[in-house]
């Protein structure tokens, strides 16, 4: 089914010119320099190149394997002027600029082209040992490069005459290295040429640099029946080309931005299967969340990027939207490195109307009041849409990556409405115990997992008709923080960074001394404050069970908990903010 979908994809990409696409027997590569030769083959200068402008070659990617496998008018310094690299043993850059130069000697009279017929006589002179004389190449290091006659605009392998002879060979080749027929796994098409090899695929964080493999098979204890590498998974030699220039077009293509975005150690990429204006701004919406409005630049990107979120965060029907067809089938692809290959994470195959609906339910779960509405000095307002990096960010510590795993699962778990990852929880919880802090991404996510995963009934905003106990604790504990802050400004340390971890998780072993301390802090509040502060702390305790507080709080009860006292928190400091002068007041820090 993935490799179908990219199938069909690369027919609709390759009419689109922004893509940029390659022809079979073609391929884009990222090319650093180029040698500009005098017409008698002579070397004029080596010229850099822009390594982010794709340039389009011969063949379809660099050979791989360990061998010898020169490719053809391009290629990396080892085999384009016999460079030594330092970790390998003497004579392994001649050998490939050798088999370089007598695959292109091989061919001179073949081609017949004068530009051609430079770069043999090139070829022919040139000695490595000459490599010093330039510092632009030093400067290249292992990038490609390609070849220049003095005076043209173009490459030597854009020659007319060059590119008809490599049509033409490519064409006779496929008609005589036919020797492995059968049916294909994607088209369904019978007795094709089957490839032994899979394209490479680039693009994919923390895989090698020269691409990786989704489809490839290495040891026989993945064959069968006899059969060796990819001929175990039969897939055509058109198929396979298709499939994988697509796939390279969302990953690392001029047009990459938009298919692309990164959750932890997973690359993702995304497609619907007809032009649609979700996928143009879907990698904003979940990469940067409600911060893409302010990041977006073009005027219209900005008004689908609005007109997008403002469904999805107030549930708005997305047939009304006009430029969106629902039905539209929508795919979401998940890879990540494994040494020379690539996992499959996960795969997602829905439509744009199903996929926006989950995105619908997601903010939904997450829905709680913000400790931020508005800029603070530096700090930014908090997303009312938050970006899935934010939210793997809370599960460690500043700089330190998140779990393997746990981004593609919380990905997973976002796209198909299926339960959050418990992994998730508990590392909120963790960080919650290790630092105190209770913020608005970190009540959130708590939130969001207790009533997709546990059906909690949790409201957005201080629910002063919860009774459940771990909530009724939490509104305490925030009570008695606040009540030691007002009674005893200016602490460094107050009873949440001496006391959370104990209160969250066993109450009874640390309230009743909380609150022998709450009448002292109580008797240093003057007149009204008081009488509010006491009337609210025996509202709260008043529900609570008469039975006392509870000996120990589960890792539910906690994530209750930590709601209760984030959600009192909040209403306390936005309670003195109304009281206080605008142009007095602090802001409110949680």
Request: charged share 25%; net charge neutral; proline share 6%.
């Amino acid at each position: 089914m993935i490799l179908q979908s990219l199938y069909k994809l690369y027919e609709r990409l390759a009419d689109d010119p922004e893509y940029g696409l390659p022809l079979r027997g073609f391929s884009s590569q990222k090319v650093s320099f180029k040698l500009v030769l005098k017409p008698d083959g002579s070397l004029l200068e080596p010229q850099s190149v822009d390594p982010k402008v794709q340039t389009l070659v011969l063949g379809e990617g660099k050979p791989p394997g360990s061998g010898i496998n020169p490719c053809f008018l391009w290629d990396n310094q080892t085999y384009l002027l016999g460079r030594q690299p330092e970790d390998k043993k003497d004579g392994f850059g001649q050998d490939r600029f050798e088999a370089f130069r007598a695959r292109h000697l091989a061919v001179e009279q073949e081609i017949g082209s004068p530009a051609f017929s430079a770069v043999c006589r090139f070829l022919e002179a040139w000695n490595p040992e000459r490599l010093s004389e330039y510092p632009l190449l030093e400067e290249a290091g292992t990038g490609f490069g390609v070849f220049q006659i003095q005076g043209e605009r173009g490459y030597v392998h854009d020659d007319p005459v060059v590119r008809a002879w490599w049509n033409k060979t490519q064409t006779a080749g496929e008609a005589s290295s036919a020797a492995v027929l059968g049916q294909c796994l994607i088209t369904g098409e019978q007795q094709v040429e089957i490839a032994r090899l899979h394209p490479k695929i680039k693009g994919v964080v923390g895989a090698q640099s020269a691409g990786a493999s989704i489809v490839s098979f290495n040891a026989t204890a993945y064959e069968s029946y006899g059969k060796e590498q990819s001929y175990n998974s039969p897939v055509g030699e058109e198929a396979a080309f298709c499939y994988g220039t697509a796939l390279n077009a969302l990953l690392s293509g001029p047009m990459a931005s938009r298919h692309r975005l990164r959750i932890g150690d997973t690359s993702c990429v995304f497609w619907t299967e007809k032009k649609c204006p979700v996928e143009d701004v879907f990698a904003e919406l979940l990469g940067s969340g409600s911060f893409a409005v302010e990041e977006a630049q073009d005027p219209d990107k900005l008004d689908q990027l609005k007109r997008l979120l403002k469904a999805v965060t107030s549930g708005g029907r997305y047939a009304d939207l006009d430029d969106v067809e629902a039905g539209t089938p929508f795919f979401l692809l998940g890879l990540a490195p494994n040494a020379a290959r690539l996992s499959v994470r996960f795969f997602y195959n829905s439509t744009v109307g199903d996929t926006l609906e989950r995105l619908r339910e997601h903010h939904a779960c997450m829905q709680i009041v913000r400790e931020f509405e508005q800029p603070v000095g530096k700090r930014f307002a908090d997303p009312e849409f938050p970006p899935l990096w934010a939210l793997l960010r809370e599960t460690v510590r500043r700089g330190d990556d998140p779990a393997p795993l746990l981004g593609g699962a919380l990905m997973r778990a976002v796209i198909t409405g299926s339960p959050y990852p418990v992994g998730l929880y508990a590392a909120i919880l963790r960080r919650i115990q290790a630092d105190r802090t209770i913020n608005y991404l970190r009540a959130a996510t708590l939130k969001a997992v207790l009533v997709r995963n546990y059906s909690f009934k949790l409201k957005t905003m201080l629910d002063t008709d919860n009774t459940d106990p771990a909530y009724l604790l939490g509104r305490l504990f925030a009570v008695l923080e606040k009540t030691q802050l007002d009674a005893l400004p200016g602490l460094n340390a107050t009873i949440r960074d001496r006391f959370y971890s104990a209160a969250s998780a066993t109450p009874a072993s640390v309230f009743p001394r909380l609150l022998r301390t709450y009448q002292h802090h109580l008797g240093k509040l003057l007149g009204g404050a008081k009488v509010n502060r006491e009337r609210l702390l025996q509202d709260i305790m008043e529900a609570i069970s008469s039975g006392g507080f509870p000996r120990q709080l589960n890792l539910q009860e906690q994530g209750i908990f930590a709601i209760g006292y984030y959600h009192q928190r909040k209403s306390l400091f936005t309670a003195k903010a109304k009281n206080a002068e605008p142009e007095t007041s602090e802001p409110a820090t949680l």
